[in-house]
């Protein structure tokens, strides 16, 4: 079936560029999508990508997708302590997209 | 302003009780909303699928008896989660299912804890 697979644990330094990767399986998908979560909080959207895109950027935000490969990475540049979250990317499948999710990757951002 | 409201947002409830939680679609007519279940430090898993006027779609090793939906009106869904205990203390989050919307509305999601 779907799956989706990310890195558990990322640590940057303050100011430094973080990319966080994620892999996914299925190559019908439509959109991939970037989420944040903080802690005991929900989730926030932060970007998503089309399928026949290469490359998304939204401030400090890029997104880049290799299709072939199926790899999804987001580099936050410039990152700083609040950006300290668990990011989740998910696939999109499905006539009403429904989403996959990967298992997160918590960024730890330390000065 | 949000797009999608749950209620409650915190539930505390005795082991054996039921509880419903609300997922309300504001500004869409949602003929399918989905409903996720995230445990502390995990990745949300899609629990079921909710189709309004039919039955909901339950994803593999989600009993259907135990985490009751009902999908009434397209702007309302709700999931009753039966008899609960502690194992079910977890954080449960819907969305709404919008074919071809490249932004995924989410709930803020409710968290339970069953004592």
């Known amino acids: 079936g779907e799956d989706v697979e990310q890195s558990l644990f990322l640590s940057v330094r303050e100011g430094d560029s973080s990319v966080i990767n994620c892999t996914y399986t299925?190559?019908?998908?439509?959109?991939l999508y970037w989420y944040k979560q903080e802690p005991g909080a929900g989730l926030q959207l932060l970007t998503y990508?089309?399928?026949?895109?290469d490359m998304k950027q939204d401030q400090r935000l890029t997104v880049l997708l290799n299709k072939k490969d199926k790899h999804l990475s987001l580099r936050i540049a410039d990152t700083q302590t609040g950006d300290s979250a668990i990011y989740f990317c998910?696939?999109?499948?499905?006539?009403?997209?429904?989403?996959?999710f990967g298992a997160g990757t918590r960024l730890a951002v330390h000065p | 302003g949000a797009v999608v409201s749950q209620h409650p947002s915190w539930v505390i409830c005795k082991s054996g009780t039921s509880v419903k939680i609300e997922c309300r679609s504001l500004?869409?007519?949602?003929?399918?909303m989905f409903w996720y279940r995230q445990f502390p430090k995990q990745s949300l898993m899609l629990m079921a699928t909710s189709n309004e006027g039919s039955k909901a779609t339950y994803e593999q090793g989600v009993e259907k008896d135990k985490f009751l939906i009902n999908h009434a009106s397209l702007t309302l869904s709700t999931l009753t989660v039966t008899s609960a205990h502690p194992e079910d203390s977890s954080f449960y989050i819907c969305r709404l299912g919008l074919a071809g919307e490249e932004t995924q509305y989410f709930g803020p999601g409710t968290r339970l804890l069953v004592l």
């Open positions: 998910a696939e999109s499948y499905g006539g009403y997209n429904k989403l996959i």
């Open positions: 299925d190559s019908s998908s439509t959109y």
């Open positions: 990508i089309f399928s026949n895109m």
């Open positions: 500004d869409f007519q949602a003929t399918t």
